[in-house]
T-cell receptor, first 117, second 112 residues
Framework: SAVISQKPSRDICQRGTSLTIQCQVDSQVTMMFWYRQQPGQSLTLIATANQGSEATYESGFVIDKFPISRPNLTFSTLTVSNMSPEDSSIYLC??????????????FGEGSRLTVL | DAKTTQPPSMDCAEGRAANLPCNHSTISGNEYVYWYRQIHSQGPQYIIHGLKNNETNEMASLIITEDRKSSTLILPHATLRDTAVYYCIVRANTGTASKLTFGTGTRLQVTL
């Protein structure tokens, strides 16, 4: 299994500012993903974090708004830029293990709850 | 990934079996059925997955119909701690993982 740690766990931010969320995995993983969960909603995939190259974004999400880095196999960051109240959400990091045995199981962090005022 | 359909909510008495249905009529031959759950204020948790055979682990059983167009997740003895949103997801398993697309899920309420 894998333990995924996210920082910060929660934050209150001012409109127009940016915040970077960190994701650290305790095992070597293949794929890392960032999801958003708006209040009362299901999870929406933002992007796949690719090691050493630009992230792959889903429709509706762009790099200028959600820049992502993944400098190595176990660490990734998501920045929420120029925040507005509509960005108030839980942001979740997820990953699959390098030695997953083919199960494809995704592990998730506990999420980072952002409130934008 | 194939679309899934789940009832928005279900209730279950504690100690009874919870049977959560999922329709995935457009599933492809190489797509697996995955179940995750999300307990309030936590990240989603993997429960079980299968391709065409029924599967059982320490958490649940997964029953997939012969035509693979639907499945049922069974929690044999539901407890209050099983109250959560349960997501049924179908996706190809490449072995090196691929993204999960979450639907709206079923909100299971386990009551005394």
């Amino acid at each position: 299994s894998a333990v995924i740690s996210q920082k910060p766990s929660r934050d209150i931010c001012q409109r127009g500012t940016s915040l970077t969320i960190q994701c650290q995995v305790d095992s070597q993983v293949t794929m890392m993903f960032w999801y958003r969960q708006q209040p009362g909603q299901s999870l929406t995939l933002i992007a796949t974090a690719n090691q050493g190259s630009e992230a792959t974004y889903e429709s509706g999400f762009v790099i200028d708004k959600f820049p992502i880095s993944r400098p190595n196999l176990t660490f990734s960051t998501l920045t929420v830029s120029n925040m507005s109240p509509e960005d108030s959400s839980i942001y979740l990091c997820s990953a699959t293990l390098l030695a997953g045995g083919g199960t494809g199981e995704l592990f998730f962090g506990e999420g980072s709850r952002l409130t934008v005022l | 990934d194939a679309k899934t359909t789940q009832p928005p909510s279900m209730d279950c008495a504690e100690g009874r079996a919870a049977n959560l249905p999922c329709n995935h009529s457009t599933i492809s031959g190489n797509e697996y059925v995955y179940w995750y759950r999300q307990i309030h204020s936590q990240g989603p948790q993997y429960i079980i997955h299968g391709l065409k055979n029924n599967e059982t682990n320490e958490m649940a059983s997964l029953i997939i119909t012969e035509d693979r167009k639907s499945s049922t997740l069974i929690l044999p003895h539901a407890t209050l701690r099983d109250t959560a949103v349960y997501y049924c997801i179908v996706r190809a398993n490449t072995g090196t993982a691929s993204k999960l697309t979450f639907g709206t899920g079923t909100r299971l309420q386990v009551t005394l």
